[in-house]
């Protein structure tokens, strides 16, 4: 992630410098994956893993079926991973995950 986060500020500075001057690159959700590496990949997969389930209910209940997002459940199931990580060890980081996975497979519905 450092990698990526080392390529892509220079290239958006790069960017914003023309069009807005004295412009300052904000990164959210990537810079607190450093944080945790660890946390990332248990928060990733439990909020993917909730998301497949999600979309065995609506598969079940006959409504729409929402697909999960590899992406979205990459960049957000990883923060809360972190942040769950932070409050409540290695069981917040699944549930905090599982319940990111439950709210961005559920709500678009």
Aim: glycine share 16%.
């Amino acid at each position: 992630m450092r990698v990526v986060l080392g390529e892509i500020v220079p290239a958006f500075k790069g960017i914003s410098e023309r069009l807005v001057k004295d412009a300052k690159p904000a990164l959210d959700v990537p810079i607190t994956f450093t944080f945790a590496p660890n946390a990332v990949l248990i928060g990733f997969l439990s909020s993917f893993v909730r998301g497949l389930l999600g979309m065995g209910i609506m598969a079940m209940a006959g409504t729409t079926i929402v697909v999960p997002g590899v992406i979205a459940h990459f960049m957000t199931g990883g923060a809360s991973g972190v942040i769950g990580n932070g409050v409540g060890g290695r069981r917040g980081a699944v549930l905090g995950a599982f319940v990111n996975g439950l709210a961005i497979t559920f709500l678009p519905l």
